[in-house]
């Protein structure tokens, strides 16, 4: 009986080590991807715009901030390897958080009519996590913009139009078909079916010749890390 207790009390704490391990680990590498991301910002900030940042990694194409919240992030795009930054930061290492992306699908220089973006829901708050407070109408009355600059054209603001939950892999809309969509009737389309996604009417839609910006991030409303919440915004003019 002392044995079995004895192997209980060592197996628990074999088991308690481990976990504190992989916390540990996981506090640890969210410090080193914020203080990287935090680097980038303040680079950015002293240059005034993403030409340097440019230099260092061609991959970038724009950055992306919603203020008020925590997603202000740099965003690659790897049209060969459309994923590659889904795991990686922008050295191009591994990071769990990864780097926000466009859609391999989706062009800016074109340029299409809606550019995708892709970034995680991070426990720790970070990346794309803050997207899901969109699903409250009061939240989207006080961040109603988006800021998305571009490599080549610069800063402009966006205003949001819709914000929905949404599953992949499934019959019906699927907003991520519509990255690469350039016709009106496509547009029409799209835009009718994220204002009846949408989680509350925002008063705002959008008319063609207006670029769209959407932003997905995953959610976890339905099992098999099939969810995501979007946010569609439109070019202010």
Known sequence: ??????????????????????????????FQTQRDFQQLQEEKSKNRDLKALWNRNPDLIGWITIAGTEID???MQTKEEPEFYLRRNFKKEYSLAGTPFLDAAS????????WLLYGHNMQDGTMFHDLLNYAEESFYRKHPTVSFETVRDGAETYEIIAAFYAEVDTEGFRYY????????????????EVKAASCYDTKKTAVYGEQLLTLSTCSYH???????????????I
């Open 222 to 236: 339905v099992p098999d890390k099939k969810g995501r919440f979007v946010v569609v915004a439109k070019q202010k």
């Open 73 to 75: 992030y740099p965003v």
């Open 177 to 192: 078909d519509y990255a690469k969509m350039t016709t009106p009737e496509d547009y029409t389309t799209y835009v009718r």
């Open 107 to 114: 062009d800016v220089a074109l340029p299409t009519s809606n």
């Open 1 to 30: 009986m002392k044995y079995l207790r004895r192997l209980l009390l060592v197996l628990l704490a074999l088991i308690f080590l481990v976990s504190a391990f992989l916390v540990g680990r996981y506090v640890w590498q969210s």
